[in-house]
Structure formats: C-alpha cells, structure tokens
C-alpha cells in the first residue's frame, strides 16, 4: 500500500524516510556528497532542505566545524535533532525551520558558509521563480570562493528510475509550466511516495549553468559516478544507471558576491 503523497508528507513518514536511506540509490548519493565534501576539515557549511541531517552527520564525521539545517518540515529537522542528540554532539549540528522559496534573513543562519548544500531540494521548486529564488538564497548563504554541492534530478525517466532497479521509481509524470511534475516512490514497506518537480533548466546539467551562474556559481563539475566505491565494488548492477543518470551530484565554486 501506498503511503499518502502530501506536501507535509515529511511530518509523519520520518521514520519511513530513515528506511529509505538503506536503499541502494541512497548509498550512492550519500558517497558522490561525501567525495563533494572532501576535505571539509574546519568549514561551516549549510544544509538547505537538509531534512534529518543525512549529509550533516557525513560532514561532522569528515570534520566540518559546524553545519546548519534548513528545512521547511519541523519534523524532519526534529528527527535529525534527536539522532544527534544520541551521538552525543548536539553542538555541532544547528536546526531551522525555514522554507528555501523564501527569504532566509531572518531565521537566524550566519551571514555566509563555506559550504552550501542543496541535496534534493531543487527537485522541489514548484515554478521558475520558486527555483530562481532558491537560487539567489544558495548563493546569499555561500562566502566567495565557497563550494556548492548538489544532488538534483536530471532525469526522472530514466530506465532504470521507471524499473525501480536502484530501490526508487517516478510515475505519475505532469508537465507543468517550466518543467515537470512527478511522484517519487521509494520502495521500502510500506512504499513511501512524495510528490517532486523539477523545472526544465535543473533537467539538463549545461542549461542549469545558466541560472547557477546568474547567481555568481562557476567552475561546475559533475561527480562522477564511477569513481564511487559503491560503483566500483558492482559495475555491473550500476551499468543502467552510469548511462542513463536518473540523478547527478555537482560541485561549484562561488566566484563573486
Ligand atoms: C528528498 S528530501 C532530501 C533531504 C536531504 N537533503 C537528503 O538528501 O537526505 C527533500 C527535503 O527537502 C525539504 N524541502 C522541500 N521543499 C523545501 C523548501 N521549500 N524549503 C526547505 N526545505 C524544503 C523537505 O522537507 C525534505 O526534507
């Protein structure tokens, strides 16, 4: 059975969603953040649309200084606050509630971060303007000279995202004005679906250049897949996945304020 597809779906499928972060799919993007990360050793760093601090906890474990989540579900953030608090280190990890299609100024985030993160969040940009926005607020959020790291769709049609071989799958596909609208299902039990849509300039990695650059964003590159150990301990099962992306991991620098 289905779980409910709702945009407050966060607030009671937390638990559901930990479950999911075993999903092969999951292993992947988790390693492709951590080679994005790489040397974080003493950097603050912003998670935006961070949700139970997955890549938070990756960034602590690799040294980052501090990061601070930003999510638009309360529960989500809750959850992740109470992992941490379980590791013991409830210090290093901050948690705001703030929605990333506004303006952040006033939810009390630093200034600026060495890092940002914006791992899924793109994906949930309902109109153009709601993705130029979380643009302009990624860029405000990142120092010059600071690194974005970013896993966003690129192609929710994929084969192997309609044959569910990685443990996700899409249906239920809508064009809507400036991109697509989707449902998301990862297949855990029960199956846990939510609705996503990303916009046509995050579907092709040359196009979202454009935007990112607008916002200052240079030096892009597209980690690769296949240097991954997750691929490289299993070629063969990521094959279908290596040709045909259902999903990228990218990095760039901010060049100008
Ligand atoms: C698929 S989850 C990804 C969570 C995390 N980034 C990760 O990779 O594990 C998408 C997250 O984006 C959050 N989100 C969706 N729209 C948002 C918005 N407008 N502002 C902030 N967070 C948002 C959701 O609440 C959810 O936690």
């Not at 703030?98 to 985030?109: A, H, S, V």
């Amino acid at each position: 059975m289905a779980a409910a597809v709702d945009k407050k779906q966060y607030e009671h499928l937390q638990s559901l969603y930990d479950a999911a972060e075993e999903l092969p799919q999951s292993s992947l993007y988790q390693e492709l953040v951590r080679i994005g990360l790489h040397d974080c050793t003493g950097k603050t760093i912003v998670d935006l649309g961070g949700g139970t601090g997955l890549h938070a906890r990756n960034a602590i474990d690799k040294g980052a200084k501090s990061v601070d989540v930003v999510d638009i579900s309360p529960a989500m953030l809750e959850a992740g606050k109470a992992t941490e608090r379980d590791l013991g280190r409830d210090d290093r990890v901050r948690w705001f509630v703030g929605d990333m299609t506004k303006p952040l100024e006033d939810i009390g985030l630093e200034k600026e971060y060495d890092i940002s993160m914006v791992n899924w969040t793109f994906d949930h940009a309902e109109t153009v303007t709601e993705l130029e926005t979380m643009w302009q607020n990624t860029a405000a959020l990142t120092k010059k000279d600071g690194r974005l790291i970013s896993v966003r769709m690129v192609n929710p049609k994929a084969t192997s995202s309609t044959e569910g071989k990685y443990g996700g799958s899409f249906s239920d596909f809508e064009e809507i004005p400036g991109g697509l609208k989707y449902v998301y299902h990862a297949h855990i039990m029960p199956l846990l679906s939510f609705p996503a849509t990303t916009m046509s300039e995050s579907l092709d990695f040359e196009k979202s250049k454009l935007i990112a650059r607008r916002y200052g964003f240079t030096e892009f590159k597209k980690i690769s897949e296949e240097d991954t150990e997750v691929v490289k301990k299993d070629p063969e099962f990521w094959k279908m996945h290596v040709a045909d992306p259902a999903f990228i991991c990218i990095t760039a620098i901010k060049a100008e304020d």
